[in-house]
């Protein structure tokens, strides 16, 4: 032992631990005594030396680590904890003279980690009786964020190794780019021109593969050190992968790759998969992106897809995943970790590296690709040596890649999104010119009966007309459809709206089960972290049905239970606004004024962002020429509401409307509902301002338009004409709170009455108190398009279910589980009161 024991009595304990993790299966090199790693949550990076750490498997690793053995010294508690963070373990236990102290450990250390003191005569009965979940595999399962259930979420901090990955990545990324950065510099500086950024990203793999190999004690490479030259460093490495090595001609370059990856920093606790990660990211430039074709999947999804496949279900001798269009085999690098997990956990490093290559297949059309899928695939496994099946071919049409279908219980991909260029399709004239469409056709066609799927798609997938047959074939295939729907910031470089598709249980009945997560903009870093996602709907469908639609309607039984609520198209007349039939950006000083001009009309050019518009940004339009279609001879000098025909946002706020009675023009940004009856300009506003309305729209639009067939449809709440005067006294009250744009609002006021608004027309809906809060949950999280923050409807941990008017009452406010008891005990006693009772009784005491 470096470290000291403090007494005998500490040193006994210490020697039981290690005793009681040996009898649990933590033995041999899994249960390694002094273990050296760096601290990546501290800005310096100090070395730091676990008294014994135990780990799950090999190789031994951050990811692989299930319990840290402390020794209690000149630091205690959560103090010494948290210098243990980085080391990767959830559990640990702290050894005292005369006890254990058991902890978690989370990201953020806190006496709420500690679970309990174990005495001496207590240690072995606890280890026994806790055996089932401390064993090695029940702990890498827990840390899986991919499979850990509710029970798992107390027993560890899943947001642990997410946070020590994030500082790994933000110390690696600076550091590798540096080496490139003043390589090139020097090169360029010697030779007069740049280096081939190829040659300089191969370098950089083999000088970071020799310090890892180093770090990680591989024979071969424990006697290199700092001082070694690089041709030495590369010769070693060479010889372990049986490969020549790369060079370029300036040595000066070549020293400073080698200085910046060996000098004061230690890869032996890092994760291939998170060293693979980085390696891609860092080392591909933007520009080495762009030159080779090289598309980005987050890891965070392809683990996700890889994880929520059934690969566990085939036998282990069966196991095979394809992925066509790999890239630089992020997918391929989720599956060998995946696979690895599955494995035996008496194999050696060889048989399971031979097990890998026999399982794992990457196809890809560009050469350069394939090779960082290759270095990707090797750092994710080291220390062995390469020897992946990655083929270079023309994925549309290989022979390789249909007998490798043939024989796959598992295809994952992130197909190119683009349609086929013209001079492109006579090479594929029996496929479809969408290529995400044209993949799935070439995997459908040679995929193995028993074949699962997991693949990254464009949202229109779920319902665009050139996906009907994809859509129809997959339901008749599967009986289990899984899409989850991702937010624009999941993939930095696309602007296109995604969703990841599994489908399983190949049956062919003629239902199929379509499930749709949905993860929203402000939840993207929980599912990147975590896999959480924002909510979940399901439906059964039959085949003829998906193949129309594959997406599933969010709020249904909201829905189901408005069916019968009057619609919007009942009570009002909607178009868009005016045309031109010349080009506004060219032509602006024929179509607008800025001041009254004959053949000129005051109107609206532009939509603010903002619900309600309470001054909007008038113009003057031109309406006795250039004019395209009939909108001009629409009633716009009577009272209306003017609504943004461009969603405002692609969350869950989509509609801005304001009423307007002063006779104004609309331009066809906006729509011009005339109301009819006694419905006034103004509650209609209200209404399409309102959560129902948002929520209608939300959920059957995609992120850009605001269709007229679908705002036709918007349900309306049932109001006496005193409501609708309630309303229009409440949003006249709001507009004064407001004021001018000029003048900052009352915030707080504001945000009441708006609330105000919100509540008096959901009473109208009638909702039960149930589906109201989730269609108030909809909004949880999302910006609402208002002059001031608006919040979100209820407290984060306000769990009852209490209609909104009754929520922002005076009488809620002051009220208390004593006064509603008292309440009920003057109604008469029947079950369903009783029930009722207890129900409002209980959230009050909450």
Not at 204 to 228: M, Y
Request: net charge neutral.
């Amino acid at each position: 032992m470096t470290q000291a024991f403090t007494s005998a009595g500490q040193q006994r304990l210490f020697r039981g631990v290690l005793s009681e993790l040996n009898g649990l299966g933590y033995g041999g090199a899994l249960l390694q005594q002094d273990y050296a790693f760096r601290d990546w949550f501290v800005s310096t990076g100090p070395a730091r030396l676990a008294p014994a750490a135990a780990f799950g498997r090999k190789p031994v690793a951050y990811d692989s680590a299930c319990f840290a053995v402390l020794l209690a010294g000149t630091k205690t508690g959560q103090e010494l904890i948290a210098d243990y963070r980085a080391l990767g373990a959830p559990l640990a236990f702290e050894v005292h003279d005369r006890h254990v102290v058991h902890w978690r450990v989370s990201s953020r250390p806190s006496e709420q980690d500690r679970q309990w003191t174990i005495q001496p005569g207590a240690l072995a009965r606890v280890f026994r009786s806790n055996a089932s979940d401390w064993s090695p595999d029940s702990v890498l399962r827990a840390k899986n964020i991919s499979l850990a259930g509710p029970r798992q979420l107390d027993f560890i901090d899943l947001g642990l190794i997410p946070a020590l990955e994030t500082h790994i990545r933000k110390k690696l990324d600076p550091l590798l780019r540096d080496a490139l950065f003043d390589a090139q510099k020097l090169y360029k500086k010697s030779a007069g021109q740049d280096a081939d950024p190829r040659e300089l990203f191969r370098l950089a793999f083999w000088v970071l593969a020799g310090k890892i190999l180093h770090d990680r004690n591989q024979t071969g490479f424990r006697e290199l050190d700092d001082e070694s030259s690089p041709d030495e460093i590369l010769d070693r490495v060479a010889h372990h992968y049986k490969e020549r090595a790369p060079r370029i001609s300036d040595e000066e370059a070549l020293a400073c790759v080698r200085d910046r990856l060996w000098g004061n920093i230690d890869f032996r606790n890092l994760s291939g998969d998170v060293l693979a990660h980085v390696y891609e990211n860092t080392l591909v430039t933007a520009e080495l992106r762009k030159e080779a074709g090289i598309h980005a999947t987050p890891r965070t999804v392809a683990e996700y897809i890889v994880h929520h496949l059934p690969l566990d279900e085939f036998p282990l001798s069966e196991r095979r995943v394809v992925e066509p269009c790999c890239g630089h085999a992020t997918f391929l690098v989720a599956a060998l970790k995946r696979l690895r997990e599955l494995s035996p956990a008496d194999w050696t490093d060889s048989q399971r590296h031979t097990y890998m290559k026999r399982r794992l297949w990457g196809f890809e059309m560009d050469s350069f690709a394939l090779e960082v899928a290759r270095l990707s695939l090797t750092l994710a496994d080291l220390p062995n040596p390469n020897g992946w099946h990655l083929e270079p071919t023309d994925v549309f049409r290989s022979r390789k890649l249909a007998g490798a279908l043939r024989r796959a219980n598992a295809v994952v991909c992130n197909p190119p999104f683009e349609a086929f260029g013209y001079a492109e399709r006579p090479k594929h004239p029996a496929l479809s010119v969408h290529k995400p469409v044209a993949m799935l056709e070439v995997v459908l066609r040679d995929l193995h009966p028993k074949g699962v799927l997991g693949f990254v798609l464009p949202r229109t997938v779920l319902d665009g007309r050139g996906y009907r047959e994809m859509r129809s074939a997959l339901a008749g295939r599967f009986d289990h459809v899984e899409f989850v729907g991702l937010p624009d910031t999941a993939f930095e470089h696309s602007g296109q709206e995604t969703v990841l598709l599994l489908a399983s249980c190949p049956g062919g009945h003629p239902t199929v089960s379509v499930c749709h997560h949905k993860v929203k903009d402000g939840d993207w870093p929980a599912f990147r972290d975590l896999h959480k996602k924002s909510r979940e709907d399901v439906e059964e469908k039959s085949v003829e049905s998906a193949s129309e639609n594959l997406g599933v309607l969010e709020l249904r039984e909201t829905w189901e239970y408005l069916a019968k609520a009057p619609r919007l198209r009942e009570v009002a007349e909607i178009h868009r606004g005016i045309e031109w039939s010349i080009p506004l950006r060219e032509n602006r000083h024929k179509l607008v004024s800025d001041t009254p001009k004959a053949g000129f009309a005051k109107g609206v050019l532009h939509a603010r962002k903002s619900q309600i518009l309470f001054e909007p940004n008038t113009s003057y339009l031109r309406v006795n020429k250039y004019q395209r279609g009939n909108a001009v001879g629409l009633p716009w000098d009577k009272p209306k509401v003017l609504l943004n025909t461009a969603a405002l946002s692609r969350g869950a706020w989509r509609l801005a409307a304001t009423a307007d009675g002063s006779g104004l023009v609309a331009y066809q940004n906006f729509h011009g509902i005339w109301p009819r009856g006694d419905w006034p300009p103004s509650v209609l506003a209200a209404i399409l301002n309102g959560p129902v309305a948002n929520a209608f729209v939300a959920t059957r639009e995609g992120k850009r338009d605001v269709k007229i067939r679908t705002l036709r449809e918007i349900p309306l709440p049932d109001l006496l004409p005193e409501e609708k005067h309630r309303v229009r006294v409440l949003v006249s009250q709001y507009l004064e709170c407001v004021g001018s744009l000029r003048s900052p609002p009352d915030h707080e006021n504001a945000s009441e009455l708006l609330r105000g608004i919100d509540a008096a027309l959901l009473r109208g809906y009638g909702l039960p108190p149930r589906l109201e809060r989730q269609v108030l949950d909809f909004f949880r999280g999302e910006r609402r398009p208002t002059p001031f923050d608006f919040g979100d409807y209820f407290p984060p941990d306000f769990e009852s279910y209490v209609p909104l008017h009754l929520y922002l009452s005076d009488q809620y406010r002051r009220s208390n589980a004593a006064s509603v008891r008292a309440a009920f005990e003057r109604l008469p006693r029947h079950d369903s009161v009783r029930r009722v009772l207890e129900a409002a009784v209980e959230a009050f005491e909450e």
